[in-house]
């Protein structure tokens, strides 16, 4: 999912729900599976949460099928080891559910052999590592131990899902880049890092996110999108612009303006800019300019500019396929 997909489900979901119509099969790439009815419980959500109720495919897939979800990652929620083996085993006989990504501890002497016996079953795709469980994954890449645990994972072309973003562990993301550049590292919940108000904090942050974007085996998972203020969560769209847009200036594709007049922009990357509306915004592209208000395109002179300007969408001109925007858009600058 983008910024733009999701901005525009959202001030469009009344429509979502009356006839959902996908051009590409949407998958939900964070879920969490757990039944509290289990003899042993279960060591997440506490009891005392509003979420304590049981979470399994069938209800999953029933609750999101108007919104045309077909498919969706498990992330393990739990400490115990065994844990791996009960989601395999659920999301064996659950089609909806197309991976997993587990748990294990990292460092540890059977961390190889656990992981081998678990990669056997395809739906395993990696492991999570990051602010939970007491760990810390900064402090953990000074040991050889969890150095040698990564490059295994890396060998098997398996992922490692950091959890809970904020500056540290930011930081320590890249560290662990540098150190085995082969692996492949999702970024869990970026819409909740929340950056410093500090200049200094805030410069540091920026940069290690911009060099994190950078690398090709590194990916922003927009999970966790919704959070909870002062006991609400907030329901209005626009009060989440502000961290997605954030995270898709810097992770988002980044694309050449190669023609333009004024405020006319005819292509992006040679190609024709409407075409590439339509192919994001899919069945939404039809309401056009109306819908195009929700996705303005963030503009800069030079693509290392800090600071983005926004342009909003005004017109569509379907026979040269050309988008006319509230400001000039000079041929040369980059967009996103």
Known sequence: MNRRTFLGAAACSTKLLAAPQQQHPIID???????????????????NSSIYKSSLPDSYRKLTAPFGITGAIAVECSPWPADNDWVLNIARDAPIILGMVGNLELGTPDFGKQLERLHKNSLFRGIRYGNLWGRDLGNAISKPEFIAGLKLLADADLALDTANPTPALMRAAARITDRVPNLRMV???????????????????????????????????ISGIVRRVDGRVPL????????????????????????????????????????LYEEYLGDLASGLPGTGLLFPLAVKKHPDDDNALVRTLLGVNRDDRSLTFAGNIPTGWSAS
């Not at 980044?254 to 007049?261: G, K, P, Q």
């Open 29 to 47: 790439t964070h879920i969490h599976l757990f039944d509290i009815s289990r003899p042993e419980g279960v060591p997440w959500p506490p009891k």
């Open 187 to 221: 970024l869990d919940h970026m819409p909740q890092l929340k950056i410093p108000d500090d200049p200094a904090g805030r410069k540091d942050c920026e940069a290690d996110l911009r060099s994190l974007a950078a690398r090709p085996n590194v990916f922003a998972k």
């Open 236 to 275: 209005d769209v626009g009060f989440y612009h502000d961290r997605l847009d954030h995270v898709w200036d810097i992770f988002g594709p980044e694309r050449a303006v190669t023609r333009s007049d004024r405020n006319v922009v005819f292509e992006l990357d040679g190609r024709p800019v409407l075409d």
